[in-house]
Each structure stands twice: as structure tokens, then as C-alpha cells.
């Protein structure tokens, strides 16, 4: 995403924490396991965040601390569950909870992200290698078929 436009959406957008009090909220608008994925947050297993516009959620993101390992690297914190609401993909949001995804495993010392993206979700794909990630050439398993393991080296 260009800095314009990064810049127009992020104004209205605030990306935190979920808390107890959001998971409803979020089941009306996103598919997934919201109570589960806090359940792992308060846990200490993942971060758990969601973009809101106002009071409405539109995205989600999960960053997984056990993390994948990757050559060069070692294990490393994995970005997944990336989720916008259908009305307002392409405004930007999934580049700015991977941004704030990133910013957290930062603030956790790790100096890279991999990301397991289904072989077959193109778009997706585009979004993360735009972003700077790039294929390890691993295969995982995602969304039940072949995922291809991505990474992207952070600076500080």
C-alpha cells in the first residue's frame, strides 16, 4: 500500500488487543475462532489483535509466538488469521494489521515474521509479497492443501 493511501486509512482505525467484551462483536462481522484465539492470547501463546472503525471490527490478525522455523532464521514468529471484513478489502486494512502484527514481534526482540499462505490464495499471496515477504521454497500445510511459508527479515 502506498503511504497516501496508508495514510487516509489509518486516521480511522485503531488496532488492538481483543478483550472478552469484543469476541460478539467479531462473530457477527468475521468467520473464525475468536473465543479460542483469546483464549491463546491471555495464554501467552499469540497476540490477538483486531482493527476497529469506530465500533465496528473490520480485521483481525494473529500472531502465533511459538512460530515456525525457518532456514537461516530458526523459529520463528508466525503472522496468520488474517482476516478483513468483504466490504472493506482493498481499503488497506490486512497491510496494516500485518504492520502492527510486525511491530509486536519487534517488541518481542524477533528480527523476522513468516507467514504460511494457502498455495492457491493468490491474492493473498500478492498482498504479503508486497509487503516484503518472500517464499522459503518450505511447504506447509494451510487451509487443508499446500501452503507455501513466507518470510520477511524486520528492521528495527
Do not use: C, K
Amino acid at each position: 500500500m502506498d503511504i497516501e493511501t496508508r495514510a487516509a486509512v489509518a486516521p480511522r482505525m485503531e488496532i488492538r488487543d481483543v478483550t472478552p467484551g469484543d469476541v460478539p462483536r467479531l462473530e457477527r462481522v468475521l468467520t473464525g475462532a475468536h473465543a479460542q484465539q483469546l483464549a491463546n492470547a491471555v495464554a501467552g501463546r499469540r497476540a490477538f489483535l483486531a482493527a476497529w472503525r469506530g465500533e465496528e471490527p473490520v480485521g483481525t490478525v494473529v500472531v502465533r509466538w511459538t512460530g515456525v522455523p525457518v532456514d537461516g532464521h530458526g523459529p520463528v514468529p508466525e503472522i496468520g488469521s488474517l482476516e478483513v471484513v468483504p466490504a472493506r478489502r482493498g481499503d488497506g486494512i490486512g497491510s496494516l494489521l500485518v504492520a502492527a502484527a510486525e511491530q509486536r514481534v519487534r517488541e518481542r526482540g524477533g528480527t523476522a515474521a513468516a507467514i504460511v499462505v494457502a498455495q492457491d490464495n493468490r491474492d493473498a499471496r500478492r498482498l504479503y509479497e508486497r509487503l516484503g515477504y518472500r517464499d522459503t521454497g518450505a511447504r506447509r500445510a494451510a487451509d487443508g492443501g499446500a501452503g507455501l511459508l513466507l518470510v520477511r527479515t524486520l528492521a528495527g
